[in-house]
């Protein structure tokens, strides 16, 4: 297992690291814009466990090729990037589902996935972050001890990277479903609040087709 001190270090670095602006960030604040808190926190679970397969995959050797092949770099990146894309052409195309709940009668809130859905859509966004995978490669190695076995100790510290993930975007997933209640006290509201969800996450798909700097 790493050095206490070396363990220290990780958690500072990743702490910081996740605080950083990106793709699983801004889609987590898109998500709890778009669809509610609930669905939300379950696409940040989901997440997490993209990010933990792509722990597995460095530990495997596939952060490496990933690092080193620039076809195999920007495959990931463009599917990660068009699968966000989708997600919020669809929040556009139904931006006024929740308004007509509302004033239909029905719950005040916007119908969401099933739980497995939320999580498969937040797992897909995590395991096709390219910006992460290599950024594990590159990172992780720095924590494991010579003494120890690096696959295990690659997949204990990616687990850790995952649970601060998950602690970190469920507090930002509050802090922007508030934002989206004060919205829904006037029905109309909601319209423009689907629509920015939807151009929020249009925005971000494209951002991480077209940049190669690592952020989460």
């Known amino acids: ?39 939300a926190l379950l696409s940040v679970v989901g997440n997490a466990l993209g990010l933990l397969g792509q722990v597995l995959g460095v530990a495997l050797g596939l952060g ?48 969401g996935m099933s739980t497995w859905g939320s999580i498969r859509t937040g797992a897909i966004v995590g395991v096709t972050n390219p910006k992460t995978i290599v950024f594990f490669a590159a990172f992780l190695p720095q924590f494991v001890s010579p003494s120890g076995s690096a696959g295990l100790q690659l997949v204990f510290l990616g687990l850790v990277f995952s ?4 602690a970190s975007d ?14 829904a006290r006037e029905p109309q509201r ?14 971000l798909g494209a951002t991480l087709a077209t940049t190669g700097t690592s952020s989460h």
């Open 1 to 39: 297992m790493p050095t206490s001190g070396h363990f220290a270090a990780f958690l500072l670095a990743s702490l910081i690291f996740i605080q950083v602006p990106g793709p699983s960030l801004l889609f987590t604040i898109g998500r709890a814009l778009t669809v509610g808190r609930r669905d």
């Open 64 to 111: 490496a090729l990933v690092a080193t092949s620039a076809a195999a770099f920007t495959a990931l990146k463009l599917a990660g990037a068009a699968y966000v894309v989708y997600l919020g052409i669809q929040a556009i195309r139904h931006r006024g589902d929740a308004r007509a709940a509302m004033l239909g009668g029905a719950e005040a809130a916007v119908r």
């Open 163 to 166: 649970v601060l993930a998950i």
């Open 190 to 203: 909601l319209d423009r609040l689907g629509a920015t969800g939807g151009v929020m996450m249009i925005g």
């Open 170 to 183: 469920s507090v930002w997933v509050f802090a922007a479903s508030r934002a989206r209640e004060w919205f």
